[in-house]
């Protein structure tokens, strides 16, 4: 990580009584879609450091990030005060190698997010470059209310300007929404309710899959991918499943 410069909060965006998005002017380093920075506030004698992915593409003025507040964390309540004006660390240099180009072709790509974690595909599906690289992009949110869905908006521009390319779909566990699969994502990948809903199979030969946020869901996917013959991609032995665990 290099060093840490301010940023300046240009608005603070809540969605609702948790989730929130910051936008954020920072004379960072070039990034790549995917890749997470670091946000810092001093507390007591320390600078308490946490990392959150971007949001916005790389061609984008404007850092997007977005957060949830933990209760009882430590700087998430904090990042969700944070008023139009004030001033945020971030670190310079962005890390992380959650990117297109670390994931091979292949004909689709399942972009799996739990929570927050949809902000990254956000970055990554606002480049070009993946549109001509899949011939099917599936995004799966899950979230327990659907209140929780944020982002609707840039997610219906994108299914506007790619139609058939690009098939979402939202999973609500605690409450019935329209349009939504209630449950699980590992079961529901288990029993074959997801591939019949979005109407695709997903396996080692046409998939390449990319899965983000909660560890259990990642660990949990991960498992019932790997019984369907997709291995964890790792550079010394490419394989179909790149993960992001968020804590
Ligand atoms: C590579 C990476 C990228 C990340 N990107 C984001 C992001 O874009 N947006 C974001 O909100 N968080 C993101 N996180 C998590 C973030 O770094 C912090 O852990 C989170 O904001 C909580 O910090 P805190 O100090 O408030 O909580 P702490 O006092 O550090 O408590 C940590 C606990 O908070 C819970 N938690 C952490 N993150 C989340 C979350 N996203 N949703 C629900 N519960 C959570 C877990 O129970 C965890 O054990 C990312 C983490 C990593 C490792």
Redesign the pocket.
């Known amino acids: 990580m290099a060093d840490w410069i301010p940023a300046q909060v240009i608005e603070n965006r809540h969605w609702n009584q948790d989730l929130f998005s910051l936008s954020l002017r920072a004379n960072i380093e070039p990034f790549k879609a995917g890749q997470?920075t670091k946000l810092g506030i001093v507390i007591g004698d320390n600078l308490?450091q946490?990392?959150?992915?971007f949001v916005n593409s790389p061609q984008q003025a404007d850092i997007e990030?977005?957060?949830?507040r933990?209760t009882?964390?430590?700087?998430?309540?904090r990042?969700h005060a944070l008023q139009a004006g004030d001033t945020v660390q971030i670190s310079a240099r962005a890390s992380?190698f959650f990117t297109l180009d670390e994931v091979a072709s292949s004909q689709h790509l399942w972009l799996f997010a739990t929570?927050?974690?949809v902000?990254?595909y956000l970055s990554i599906l606002g480049q070009k470059e993946v549109w001509h690289k899949y011939r099917k992009i599936i995004l799966i949110h899950a979230v327990r209310y659907a209140a929780d869905l944020s982002y609707q908006a840039e997610i219906s521009a994108l299914k506007r300007q790619y139609g058939d390319q690009f098939i979402v779909q939202p999973f609500v566990s605690r409450e019935p929404a329209p349009l939504c699969l209630t449950g699980r994502i590992p079961q529901a990948i288990a029993d074959g309710l997801l591939e019949r809903h979005v109407g695709l199979y997903l396996t080692p030969e046409n998939s390449q899959v990319m899965l983000c946020?909660?560890p259990q869901m990642v660990r949990d996917t991960k498992t019932v991918l790997e019984a369907k013959g997709l291995i964890k991609n790792l550079r010394r032995k490419p394989g179909q499943i790149t993960m992001?665990?968020?804590?």
């Open positions: 997470f308490i946490r990392a959150y992915s990030i977005y957060a949830t933990v009882d964390g430590l700087l998430s309540p990042l992380g929570g927050t974690a902000g990254p946020g909660n992001e665990h968020y804590w």
